[in-house]
């Protein structure tokens, strides 16, 4: 009994103790203070100081004001103030929207137990309190008692439920001013993750160290400098061109793309931002790294001069374009550099005779300076304002289906862009707009909310706990950067978050089942959200375990939906119960008083209600053909689950995840980008202007002619198939016709000759040149019989190619030339008596069916040099063309820290090595030896090592490498970055501009498979380990990184994580599950109806939809698991809830009886058959004896249980909850109309929110859309019809847990102990 004080009971508390409006206690009936109502001893123990009697009140008492004081009313002033007020709770005030009804008489005497708040309400109306000066005296008199903190612990529920009870909106305010205060301080800017690369990556060896070499890029100065244009800010526009048909290098297809660039170029923010650029490198941007600038070239000269050439400029604005296979040859003869043919198109092309349908161009727009601020945010509103708008309409229109009937002609081309700037801006643009579309979700969960709650206030309370859940889960989430991961949480929470709320709402309505009083039924509610909220929080739980993913995307997917979760159940309890009392208490009936009819059923529509009786009894209906049930539903999942692993199994994985969809030109260019290699910016730009010359022209090395040109040999002794023919077939002698100006007799004026051979034709270019010098001198000894001494001198060199043109039909043909070694000819004297003249003349012969036009002065030799059969190596030796390669850089001076990754990191930390010192000689030899003797294992391509040429530089300059000790290393490598500056770009420099790290780059041959892939970058790491071995301290912690080893490593780990966290979370529900029933065939039966879900969304994903199998697909079958088995963990838990709660009550009294009498009363409940068999085999006499004794008790008393009367019918439909003396029909039936409320209503919202997911541009949320479709038409019929099925199948009569039964079965066998 608490003793408040002096004071008499206010006239709320003594209404609180009497709920139901009976008449406060007679004085005449109340107790002493220090005794207990029911007449036990007092609790004051013997030896306690003697404490003053206290007297009763007298009758004039008022508000503890003494009967002698003038203020003290008399018994008749008391009783002429009139009836005290109404109590806080009226029960004659309908809750939903009814009329008023009289109120409920009291109980009878023969009512129900009483609850611990009334037996407390009693024991304080029947305290006879002191006057005020007994009580001073009291005081005085007494000592202060202690503090019992064990005891205010256990009674602070009970305090805090009457607290609540009485001031639900204190509790309410002081929520909302803690969240006023928390959510301001803790909020930041909301910043989108737009790199779709980091969309993708996973954790791994290979990830790290490439995002600790990534991050340490932005150190590569410590001090920056101006000139450097490497270290300015720099913004690029790629763009990707696919030819519908054919090749791209069709004239139309070469056109469509001249006449879209030129669209960009003509932009005004492009020419303004190409203005702004710096003025050095403004050729990037105009005219851009384009091929189309080589196919349209404009003609300097008109006429061939007479130096036998004309110039071309290569601007892109001619009309006449170049033929393709002599824009090709150009390219890839190295007379463009830095341009070459593999910066424009995919590496696998193989010179001028492949053809290609893909073709890239590259514009990039560099900053005028080091602080790039203002340059960046004008090139920002450049892409939103116009280029942005413009790509895509280019990108739409290309891809608009063929219109027969349109006048217009239709491209010839795809078009794919990338950017800087631009990517970021689309994937904002798509998350924008996808996020719009939740808008719908959350209007449609307000509307279910306003149904399901039959109030439109609680609805709106409810929506907005939601959006509360969602910015909590926001602001705990570790990152500096959302990523389109966490967004699809918001989607989820609107679709599932309000389940929470929904059963909060359910628990306060079946607590009027319990008692009337306020605080009873919130004493009652939170009992009950301890049991009900523990599948929600599973789920929860489920989503945290995605934290453990190698996906950083999955692992913040994961934090923020666990966080929402568990959010909304907290917040259900402490904000909405509040708001649930509140809307009882005053909303509704103010609602009731001021609102019209027909306002009043918008707002409040109690009326509102759905025969969920009538459907659970169709339900069960349903399962009176459980045979046929159970028969077709093992048969459909069987032949799905076959289906569904055969394709998964043969079907090729789906790579790494996709943001967009598949018709996406970001998605649809992914892999055609591939083919490219890395775009690398120009300091410098291509030459603009080149020379076409004739084959005869002078040249010399300050006039290098781009291309030889000359018009095509029709007519003659060639056949008209040899005139098809573009070389001689390779299993027969190649002949050579050849042109000369010498005339008849000319040895008879020279003494010595010396010829110059020029050759054009692949056969002459591959033939190895000893063979080839052989048949030259056949050719000369046949043609100058007379020479007595024969000489060569020099090797054989390539020259620019020959471009054969057929006049009259305008094809081209392109044949490769040499410059053979020089020959020396001397002859005898009788043969050149009177002459010592040495003569100096050149020979043209070509070694194809195609040959020039006979030039003037020149005469055709009569013999013919013959070059001999081609073998098959020297055959495909000859092919010409590039090789797909991807970079691999070795590292020296960088360390990626370990072990200090966060969970949602976006890089990997890293530093500087310490101990790598590039002044020491050993260290200098070691990244020498990184870059020379590589093993052929490794397929370098190419490479770029700056050593390398520092070493040429050294021993040019009479040095020695290494460095010598003696001499300044640093200064050196300063004053040879002076003549290379290029080299600048792969070192890190401190402060003083020196050395700190390096970097060496190698072009690999890029291998097919993720397998072979891993395996080549095991090739490397044995490779740097061998290095780091080999070498000492001071440069031996190098390190190897590429990109494509990331991707690889990132598709071999995400599955595998995929399948972890599917197992983590398996593991979760079955332990969730056993918790929560305490009965292992329940969990079973559960087990197999996870099981069928699992099979038939399987079945849907990659059978229906033709999904390949990959950790999102994993991913999304995990996140729905958790939520389709949460409504069987409710209806397995009613089934076995009578028995569990009789078994609790025959515990509580056991252990009572044990602290009374030290005797263990049985656990056994009414109606439970004795588990004999179960023990008796092989167990002792005693144990079966006892054993006996426990089954032949007579069954223990129940309590009756009568339900409180109320006037609101709202409240009586929920009084569904099974009872222990059910049939097995009657208690699933009363199961299924609890869970079905619920689980349809979720159904019909998840299927209209999926519908509205659908349109969205992100692949994860329209695949999540159409899973939200087909979900709950998996989920409702495997819930409400097989599992109750499955139950009446096992013929169970049996209503408590397993768990009890071992329990008894453990204690009788170990009862010996004790």
Not at 316 to 345: C, I, K, Q
Not at 664 to 684: M, T
Not at 877 to 886: E, K, Q, Y
């Amino acid at each position: 009994v608490t003793v408040l004080g002096a004071g008499a009971l206010s006239q709320e508390e003594e209404m609180e103790g009497n709920p139901q409006g009976s008449e406060p206690v007679p004085e005449a009936d109340r107790a002493p203070l220090m005794q207990a109502p029911d007449g036990a001893p007092s609790s004051q123990a013997e030896g306690d100081e003697e404490k003053p009697e206290l007297q009763r009140a007298p009758p004039g008492y008022i508000d503890g004001e003494d009967p002698e004081s003038p203020k003290a009313k008399s018994a008749e002033e008391v009783n002429s103030l009139g009836p005290s007020p109404d109590p806080p709770f009226r029960t004659d005030i309908a809750e939903d929207g009814q009329d008023p009804l009289p109120p409920v008489p009291p109980p009878p005497d023969d009512a129900p137990r009483q609850s611990n708040f009334s037996k407390l309400s009693a024991a304080r109306t029947s305290v006879v309190l002191p006057t005020v000066r007994q009580a001073n005296c009291c005081r005085r008199a007494c000592k202060k008692p202690k503090v019992d903190v064990i005891e205010v612990l256990k009674a602070l529920p009970e305090n805090h439920c009457r607290t609540l009870a009485a001031r639900p909106w204190a509790y309410l305010l002081a929520w909302v001013i803690v969240l006023l205060v928390v959510i301001p301080l803790a909020w930041t800017p909301v910043e989108f993750d737009t790199d779709i690369e980091a969309f993708r990556r996973a954790d791994g060896p290979a990830a790290s160290t490439h995002s600790a070499f990534t991050a340490s890029l932005g150190s590569m100065r410590a001090v920056k400098n101006e000139a450097a244009l490497d270290q300015r800010k720099t913004f690029k526009v790629e763009l990707l061109y696919e030819a519908k048909q054919g090749s791209v290098f069709s004239e139309a297809v070469q056109r469509d793309i001249r006449i879209f660039e030129n669209q960009l170029k003509e932009l005004t923010g492009w020419k303004d931002m190409c203005s702004s650029s710096e003025p050095l490198v403004q050729f990037r941007c105009d005219p851009g790294e384009s091929l189309g600038n080589y196919v349209w070239p404009r003609r300097i000269d008109l006429f061939l001069n007479d130096a036998g050439y004309f110039r071309l400029a290569f601007d892109g604005s001619a009309r006449e374009r170049l033929p393709m296979d002599a824009v090709l040859t150009y390219l890839g003869e190295g007379l463009a550099s830095p341009h070459n043919l593999w910066n424009f198109l995919p590496m696998a092309v193989l010179g001028t005779s492949s053809s290609s349908s893909l073709m890239r161009s590259v514009f990039t727009f560099t900053a005028p300076s080091l602080d790039s601020s203002d340059f960046e945010q004008k090139f920002k509103d450049f892409v939103k304002a116009d280029l942005y708008n413009v790509l895509q309409e280019a990108v739409a229109k290309t891809r608009k289906p063929v219109d027969p009937t349109s006048w217009d002609k239709p491209f010839d081309i795809k078009i794919y862009f990338y950017g800087d700037a631009v990517d970021d801006y689309e994937v904002q643009l798509a998350l924008w707009g996808d996020m719009l579309l939740a808008i719908g979700p959350l209007m449609l969960s307000l509307a279910v909310a306003w149904i399901k709650f039959r109030s439109g206030f609680l609805a709106f309370i409810a929506t907005a706990i939601l959006c509360l859940s969602a910015i909590l889960a926001y602001e705990v989430l570790p990152v500096e950067k959302v990523s389109p991961a966490s967004f699809l949480g918001v989607f989820l929470i609107f679709g599932f978050g309000m389940s929470s709320l929904f059963r909060a709402q359910e628990l306060w309505r079946r607590s009027r089942l319990d008692a009337t009083a306020i605080p009873e039924r919130i004493h009652s509610l939170y009992e009950a959200a301890a049991r009900e909220m523990l599948p929600v929080v599973t789920s929860g739980c489920c989503y945290f375990l995605l934290a453990t993913s190698k996906l950083k995307p999955l692992r913040e997917f994961g934090v923020f939906m666990g966080t929402s979760m568990v959010s909304v159940c907290a917040l259900s309890i402490f904000i909405f119960v509040p708001v649930l009392i509140l809307h009882e208490r005053s909303i509704r009936p103010w609602l009731q008083k001021k609102c019209k009819p027909k306002l009043l059923l918008v707002l409040e529509p109690a009326e509102v209600k759905p025969k969920w009786g009538l459907v659970a009894e169709k339900l069960m209906q349903s399962t009176n053909e459980r045979k046929r049930v159970l028969a077709g539903t093992g048969l459909a999942v069987f032949i799905c689950f076959i289906a569904s692993f055969s394709l998964a199994a043969v079907r090729p994985g789906p790579g790494l995840p996709e943001v967009f969809p598949p018709d996406h030109h970001k998605d649809a260019g992914r892999p055609l980008i591939k083919g490219f290699a890395p775009s690398y910016l120009a300091e410098e730009p291509a030459p603009l202007n080149t020379r076409m010359c004739t084959p005869t022209s002078i040249q010399d090395e300050n006039n290098t002619c781009g291309l030889h040109w000359c018009d095509r040999q029709t007519t003659g002794a060639e056949t008209e198939g040899e005139l098809e023919l573009d070389a001689y077939p390779a299993n027969e002698v190649n002949p050579c016709k050849c042109y000369s100006r010498l005339p008849e007799g000319k040895t008879q004026r020279c003494s010595n000759l010396t010829l110059g051979f020029v050759m054009a034709g692949s056969r002459a270019v591959t033939t190895p040149e000893a063979d080839v010098m052989g048949a030259v001198e056949t050719f000369v000894r046949g043609t100058w019989q007379n020479v007595d001494h024969y000489e060569a001198t020099g090797s054989r060199k390539r020259i620019q190619s020959l471009v054969l043109e057929d006049w009259e039909s305008g094809s081209t043909h392109v044949d490769p030339m040499a410059e053979l070694p020089k020959v020396h000819m001397g002859f005898k004297a009788q043969d050149s008596p009177y002459s010592t003249e040495t003569c100096d003349e050149k020979v043209y012969c070509y070694c194809s069916p195609k040959a020039c036009l006979r030039p003037d002065g020149y005469g055709e030799e009569d013999k013919k040099i013959t070059l001999p059969i081609q073998d098959d190596d020297t055959a495909a030796a000859s092919l010409d063309g590039g090789t797909p390669s991807t970079d691999v850089v070795i590292v020296f001076g960088i360390n990626r820290v370990e072990g200090e990754m966060g969970l949602l990191d976006q890089s990997a930390p890293w530093s500087f090595d310490a101990t790598f010192d590039p002044v020491s000689p050993w260290s200098q030899r070691a990244m020498l030896k990184a870059c020379t003797n590589m093993p052929e294992e490794l397929k370098i391509v190419s490479s770029s090592c700056w050593i390398v040429q520092f070493r040429l530089w050294l021993l040019r300059q009479g040095q020695k490498f290494p460095v010598e000790r003696f001499l300044d290393f640093q200064q050196i490598l300063q004053d040879f970055m002076v003549t290379h500056p290029s080299v600048a770009s792969a070192m890190w420099l401190d402060k003083d501009d020196k050395l700190s790290a390096t970097m060496f780059t190698f072009q690999v041959e890029l291998e097919e498979g993720t397998k072979k892939n891993l395996a080549a970058r095991q090739r490397w790491m044995d490779f740097i380990e061998k290095l780091n071995e080999e070498a000492t301290s001071t440069a031996n912690k190098a390190m190897v990184t590429s990109k494509v080893w990331v991707d690889n490593e990132a598709l071999d780990a995400a599955l595998d994580s995929a399948w972890e966290v599917l197992l983590g979370v398996s593991a979760v529900l079955l332990a969730t599950a056993l918790l929560y029933t305490l009965d292992l065939k329940m969990v079973l039966l559960m087990l197999l109806v996870g099981f069928c879900i699992c099979t038939f969304i399987s079945f849907f994903l990659f059978c229906l939809c033709g999904w390949a199998f990959g950790p999102w697909e994993l991913t999304i079958m995990t996140v729905f698991l958790s939520y389709s088995v949460e409504p069987a963990f409710h209806i397995c838990h009613d089934f076995v809830r009578p028995g569990m709660i009789e078994r609790f009550k025959a515990l509580r009294k056991m252990m009572a009886a044990e602290d009374e009498e030290g005797e263990a009363p049985s656990l056994a409940i009414a109606n439970a058959p004795a588990p004999v068999a179960a023990i008796t085999n092989g167990s002792s006499a005693a144990a079966s004896q006892e054993v006996t004794q426990l089954a032949s008790m007579e069954p223990m008393a129940q309590e009756p249980s009568t339900t409180p009367s109320h006037s609101d019918s709202l409240s009586q439909a929920s009084d569904v909850r099974p009872k222990a003396d059910d049939s097995l029909e009657d208690a699933l039936k009363r199961s299924l109309h609890l869970v079905c409320k619920n689980l349809l209503v979720n159904s019909v919202k998840l299927i209209l929110c999926g519908i509205m997911l659908l349109p969205c541009q992100f692949r994860l949320f329209n695949r999540l859309g159409a899973i939200s479709v087909v979900l709950p038409l998996i989920c409702v019929p495997s819930v409400l019809v097989l599992l109750p099925s499955l139950i009446l199948a096992f013929k169970r009569t049996r209503r408590d847990p397993d768990l009890f039964q071992f329990g008894e079965i453990f204690i009788a066998k170990t009862s010996w102990m004790w």
